[in-house]
């Protein structure tokens, strides 16, 4: 029963990935390696185009990542589980919303659920540095893959210190990075 | 039944707006929200963003259906939470045909190398703006750097470092008697 798979393991990250978007990511490199629906390679892939597309990136990883695994099906599946237990979490807080925010068992909770959640997100990307900076099976020097280590530098670059460049959306930075890996063969 | 249906069509609208999500959001939503629509003033939208970060799921739903159930109770939720993630439904799939389509040129595979690598970039920016309000003190480095050490060499579930982490922030803040 892959439908119900889906929903299960997309309520999960739905339940448990604090902070947005991107804490859904150390989610889904858990489901590459427990599942055969995606590659960690592909998964890099859906995060660039979960990003240039318009809607939430979250919701974007989880329609994607349905469809990829159960066709049309599996994507609408894969939404709804990640936005279940929201919906029920969001209508329970509604209902004490002051009371809430002023616990001070909520807020210590928080308080150590923020750094691991950012952790984990700094993990989940240590893997796709791995995919896209390193060549596979070499050793040595011929393992650093130098031209997308210098694009890498150059983003970095344009992304934070620049400062006419580091305001653009990121869309343009990825359609960059497509045209440079085409041209010069990544 | 109308107002169901401008429920999902604004978030609709939200959702095709939004690239992202998260923080570049709030601005979408200042407009279609608070000056157009009038369903919330500009301090319960920063407190619901406020409740959607420190809330489970994705900031976007969790923001859709606050609204959605301040204006008509349970289903309105669940209206605007389908409203924002119809368009994304919609256009992943289509892509997702497209891109299936050519990913076996050499061309757009050596695209996606190059996409790769700015999703790198992206990813640690991430981190940055996460770690800037995340890790304030040692204690938070500390659970930070276990984290992240169990994430990279341990092989469990993510869920036990969330249950964990929110565990050691209860025990360091409250039965350690350290002040929030």
Request: with cysteine; charged share 10%; net charge positive.
């Amino acid at each position: 029963m892959i439908y119900l798979q889906l929903f299960y393991e997309f309520f999960k990250t739905g339940l448990f990935a604090v902070g947005g978007g991107m804490a859904t990511l150390p989610f889904l490199y858990d489901m590459a390696d427990r599942t055969d629906w995606f590659t960690r390679a592909e998964l890099a892939n859906m995060v660039a185009v979960s990003e240039a597309t318009p809607g939430p990136i979250g919701v974007n990883m989880a329609t994607y990542v349905g469809y990829l695994s159960g066709g049309i099906p599996g994507a609408v599946v894969a939404t709804l589980g990640l936005v279940t237990p929201s919906i029920i979490v969001i209508l329970l807080v509604a209902a004490f919303l002051k009371s809430f925010r002023d616990n001070r068992y909520v807020n210590a909770a928080f308080y150590g659920l923020r750094p691991a959640s950012t952790a984990m997100v700094a993990a989940a990307g240590v893997t796709v540095v791995a995919v896209a900076l390193l060549n596979e099976g070499a050793t040595g020097l011929a393992m650093v893959n130098w031209k997308a280590v210098a694009l890498a530098a150059v983003l970095l670059v344009l992304t934070r210190w620049c400062k006419w460049t580091k305001k653009l959306h990121p869309i343009a930075f990825i359609l960059a990075s497509g045209v440079v890996g085409a041209l010069l063969q990544f | 039944m109308k107002e169901l249906w401008i429920l999902f069509y604004t978030f609709a609208k939200v959702g095709v707006m939004t690239f992202g999500g998260g923080y570049a959001m709030l601005p979408i939503l200042q407009r279609e929200v608070v000056e157009r629509k009038g369903w919330a003033t500009d301090e319960e939208l920063t407190d619901y963003f406020a409740i959607g970060q420190c809330t489970p799921g994705v900031i976007a739903v969790n923001t859709a259906t606050f609204i959605g159930q301040k204006r008509r109770g349970i289903l309105g939720g669940i209206v605007a939470t389908l409203g924002v993630v119809f368009p994304s439904l919609i256009i992943i799939i289509a892509l997702a045909g497209v891109i299936d389509a050519f990913s076996h040129l050499t061309w757009v595979q050596h695209a996606f190398a190059g996409i790769r690598v700015c999703v790198c970039v992206l990813i640690f920016n991430a981190v940055l703006k996460l770690w800037k309000s995340a890790v304030k003190d040692g204690w938070a480095l500390a659970i930070f750097l276990c984290a992240l050490a169990g994430s990279l060499l341990l092989d469990v579930s993510p869920v036990i470092f969330v249950v964990l982490s929110a565990v050691a922030g209860i025990a360091i803040q409250i039965w350690g008697g350290k002040k929030a």
